[in-house]
């Protein structure tokens, strides 16, 4: 059973950085599982921010930027802001057609 | 405008069966695959199964598998999800999402846009 991980909550000062991770319980997160990041705010549908690791969806603000850090991918928020106080997801690619999200991950802007 | 309504949730018995829609509209629904997500009350997005833009090709989470079957109807722009022998663990929101391209070419896990969702209860 393939685990994807998130940190569970994080909390964030406006205007500070942060920066979430998306990894595997038993492998190194590379561009090669593909991972993309949503936000979702409660009783919202999903919003699609990064996909392909690192390319911003359109009208997606660029205090947001993924990448891989170590071995993990990773959604970093530059110069945080009250409205960015939402939920989390990644998704990884496990091939064959399958994808994985997340547990999520809860952010607190304060 | 892209648009993806889902419909078809409701109150359901364990046991029982349910067949959620998605209507689509402002994109050529045949060149697309679909995907199907849920989330529980307070939890997570899980990924459940995908579509091929001409129906023959579907991939199905080990979670649902034997359980539920992904179709589409490109004449009519919908896609379905026909859940069978439901669980009070099913109960969810089910969104379905388009599969997004570059170029005509599929980018693996980028889903949008996304429905607003549609409410499936089991319980007796």
Redesign the interface.
Known sequence: QTVVTQEPSFSVSPGGTVTLTCGLSSASVSSSY???W?Q?TPGQ????LI??TNTR?SGVPDRFSGSILGNKAALTITGAQADDES?Y?C???MG?????????TKLTVL | EVQLVESGGGLVQPGGSLRLSCAASGFTFSSYWM?W?RQAPGK????LS?ISSDGS?T?Y?DSVKGRVTISRDNAKNTLYLQMNSLRAEDTAIY?CARG?TIFGVV???????????TLVTVSS
């Open positions: 593909y991972p993309c949503y979702q549908a999903p919003r699609t996909y392909n969806s939920d997801y998704v990884l690619y064959s057609g399958i994808s994985v999200f997340g547990g999520g | 995907h997500v997570g997005l899980v990924w995908r090709s991939t989470a969104y997004s980018v693996p896990n980028w889903f949008d846009p996304w429905g607003q969702g």
